[in-house]
């Protein structure tokens, strides 16, 4: 089983990153999908999910309105459309997949906002 984040980096405020998870070893069509952050100091907190079918998505009150959480099903990939980032998005951001009791995490991707 492999989660691989990918598309993290130093960005200016208000600038955008879209960041990928690529999964392999398991039915990705089957898990839920989700992406939390870890802020420098502080503990990992949930930012955004998504259903097996994409049908239902979940945001931090944070990120609302910001951030969009998409899958893709036949690429095996969940997607992070960061917009208008602020520098307390600053963190290690990672994916999880979850089914029932198989959870599964990404190694995080570092995503910096500066000036």
């Known amino acids: 089983v492999q989660l691989v984040e990918s598309g993290g980096g130093l960005v200016q405020p208000g600038g955008s990153l879209t960041l990928s998870c690529a999964a392999s070893?398991?039915?990705?069509?089957?898990?839920?999908m989700s992406w939390y952050r870890q802020p420098p100091g502080k503990d990992r907190e949930l930012v955004a999910s998504i259903t097996s079918v994409g049908g239902s998505t979940n945001y931090a009150d944070s990120v609302k309105g910001r951030f969009t959480i998409s899958r893709d099903n036949a690429k095996n990939t969940v997607y992070l459309q960061m917009n208008s980032l602020k520098p307390e998005d600053t963190a290690v951001y990672y994916c999880r997949a979850r089914l029932r009791w198989k959870d599964y995490w990404g190694q995080g991707t570092q995503v910096t906002v500066s000036s």
């Open positions: 070893g398991f039915t990705f069509s089957s898990y839920a």
